[in-house]
């Protein structure tokens, strides 16, 4: 508790709701999704992509848009949704394994500058791009990176699209991981503020949190935020991390990194104040939903 009264990121505290430390913080601003990138370049074993109203969880969007659709949705959000702060693009699929998403910031940064602009990747890409994400204007940048062991990385994401050729196992998960942590770097000397996704896995990753916390700071990661497993796909047999299994996790990773704890899983297409306001089935009236 003492640890969270103080700020972590004094200017972004009351200004993003997911790189606020502290509950008030944390209430003050408002962020929206923009679900434009249809496509992913890994398979994860927990990832289970979908279009519809009801799910509340990361992957699912009411439906895809397209750059300027996306521009429509920022527009009518602004009116809806009085405290939005913070445009992020995280899904359906990755964002940087299209343009869509790229092509959508750099709109969205002509027309509304002031708004933060907040990328959630899983940072195959980031090296190749890291100069492009700079140049759109990216403050903050989340990475999900699930393992820094390759054993253990290759069961969570088993197969990765690498230079138009397919990578399979122990080559795969040494590509993603060196990929995620060179990004890191480099994005952080590029004075952006990070933040790592770890997703906690029973049987999995759960004893290796804290070596991911260790990895990433030393990248240069700021935050981590420890997601627990919603089971489904090739992980629907695992069960969900038991609070016990929690509350260890996150403190084997605040050994290492200030933890977020307000994460609310949320959707690709979320608007609102994550777990406190939500805006998106006005966001999406019968209009919007029409092709
Ligand atoms: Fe979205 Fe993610 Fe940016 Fe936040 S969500 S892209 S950092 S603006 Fe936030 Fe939602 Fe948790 Fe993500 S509560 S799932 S951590
Ligand atoms: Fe799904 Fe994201 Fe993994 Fe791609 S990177 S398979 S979208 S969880």
């Not at 606020?20 to 944390?26: A, K, L, P, R, Y």
């Not at 949705?73 to 869509?100: F, K, Y």
């Not at 196992?169 to 770890?198: F, H």
């Not at 260790?214 to 997601?227: C, D, K, L, S, W």
Request: glycine share 6%.
């Amino acid at each position: 508790a003492l640890q969270r009264a103080t700020p972590a990121f004094p200017a972004l505290e009351g200004r993003h709701p997911c790189f606020s430390t502290t509950s008030e913080g944390h209430a003050a601003a408002a962020r929206l999704h923009l679900p434009v990138s249809p496509g992913c370049n890994i398979d994860c074993s927990f990832c289970k992509r979908d279009f519809n109203r009801s799910d509340q969880r990361p992957g699912v969007a009411t439906r895809l848009l397209s750059p300027e659709d996306a521009e429509a949705v920022v527009e009518r959000a602004l009116e809806l949704c009085p405290s939005l702060a913070v445009v992020g693009i995280a899904g359906p699929g990755d964002p940087l394994a299209t343009d869509h998403a790229l092509d959508t910031f750099a709109r969205i940064r002509a027309r509304w500058p002031r708004l933060t602009l907040c990328l959630s990747t899983n940072g195959l890409m980031l090296p190749s791009r890291i100069e492009e994400i700079a140049a759109v204007g990216i403050e903050t940048l989340t990475v999900t990176v699930n393992a820094v062991d390759p054993e253990i990385q290759a069961t969570i994401t088993p197969k990765i699209a690498w230079q138009r050729r397919r990578l399979d196992g122990r080559a795969a998960a040494e590509r993603l991981i060196g990929n995620q942590l060179e990004g890191i770097a480099l994005a952080a000397a590029l004075g952006l503020t990070i933040k790592v996704n770890t997703v906690l896995i029973p049987t999995v990753n759960e004893d290796h949190i804290g070596d991911v916390a260790a990895e990433v700071a030393a990248a240069g990661a700021r935050m981590i935020n420890i997601i627990p497993l919603i089971p489904q796909h090739r992980f629907a047999n695992l069960p969900a991390p038991s609070l016990m299994r929690r509350y260890v996790a996150r403190a084997e990773a605040e050994r290492h990194l200030r933890v977020f704890h307000d994460c609310q899983r949320c959707r690709a297409d979320a608007c609102g104040v994550p777990g406190l306001s939500d805006y998106t089935a006005a966001l999406y009236g019968d209009d919007l939903l029409a092709e």
